[in-house]
Nanobody
Framework: QVQLVQSGGGLVQAGGSLRLSCTAS????????MGWFRQAPGRQREFVAA????????YYSDSVKGRFTISRDGAKSTVYLEMGSLKPEDTAVYYC?????????????????WGQGTQVTVSS
């Protein structure tokens, strides 16, 4: 089992920045993938970004590319999502997920473990 605990998020004005953190504990393997997804009311969970725990590959959705940065700190078992130039349409509950496979995918159902979610609200 992998336990994921999220922190960060909150309310910010458009154009502002926020950082989300996701700390993993329990079963840890070097060959797994960490992803960030988001879900707005009435919508499906949407892929945002992913990174291999080795840090050698990073992936972003087109909607956040150039504005968001995913990174990880192996010593702290933590993955971060730095969000910049935030827009009202970025408003959602953000979730981190862990996938115990080396292949990076952008489909939420392929991630086995999830954090508790954190609200990000961007005001216009």
């Amino acid at each position: 089992q992998v336990q994921l605990v999220q922190s960060g998020g909150g309310l910010v004005q458009a154009g502002g920045s926020l950082r989300l953190s996701c700390t993993a504990s329990g079963r840890t393997y070097s060959r797994y993938v960490m992803g960030w997804f988001r879900q707005a009311p009435g919508r499906q969970r949407e892929f945002v970004a992913a990174i291999r725990w080795s840090g050698d590959s990073k992936y972003y959705s087109d909607s956040v590319k150039g504005r968001f940065t995913i990174s990880r700190d192996g010593a702290k078992s933590t993955v971060y999502l730095e969000m910049g130039s935030l827009k009202p349409e970025d408003t959602a509950v953000y979730y981190c997920g862990a996938r115990l496979q080396a292949l990076v995918v952008n489909i939420a159902s392929h991630y086995e473990f999830w954090g508790q979610g954190t609200q990000v609200t961007v005001s216009s």
